[in-house]
């Protein structure tokens, strides 16, 4: 079973980048759908972002894009969320999930999909 963990979150002043990273220390994640969702204080959770299993197809949020990417190593077995130009709105805890797609092209960020999620971290744009 995937136990998914995500890091580099943090505080960071508007305007400013971070990149967030998804990994799997015991399984090869290039055959999963990885999506980024989000959960602002007060808000119900949201899908922002997607890479199929290939890195054929991304998917963004209308308000993230532009500014956001997602992007997969296969040798580091992580999938990135550069996240630049950030705004307090963007401030939130940040999940990663994954949904098993093997040689897929396509993705969604439909939650329901997801069967494996991280923790979360968490991130405030804030001066």
């Known amino acids: 079973q995937l136990r998914l963990v995500e890091s580099g979150g943090g505080l960071v002043q508007p305007g400013g980048s971070l990149r967030l990273s998804c990994t799997d220390s015991k399984y090869t994640l290039n055959v999963y759908t990885i999506a980024w969702f989000r959960r602002a204080p007060g808000k119900e959770r949201e899908g922002i972002s997607c890479?199929?299993?290939?890195?054929?197809?991304?998917r963004f949020l209308d308000s993230v894009k532009g500014r956001f990417t997602i992007s997969r190593d296969n040798v580091k077995n992580t999938v990135y969320l550069q996240m630049d130009s950030l705004k307090p709105e963007d401030t939130a805890e940040y999940y990663c999930?994954?949904?098993?797609?093997?040689?897929?092209?396509?993705?969604?960020?439909?939650?329901?999909?997801?069967?494996?999620w991280g923790q979360g971290t968490p991130v405030i744009v804030s001066s």
């Open positions: 999930a994954a949904d098993w797609t093997p040689s897929s092209d396509i993705c969604t960020a439909e939650q329901g999909r997801y069967r494996y």
């Open positions: 890479i199929s299993s290939t890195g054929g197809e991304t």
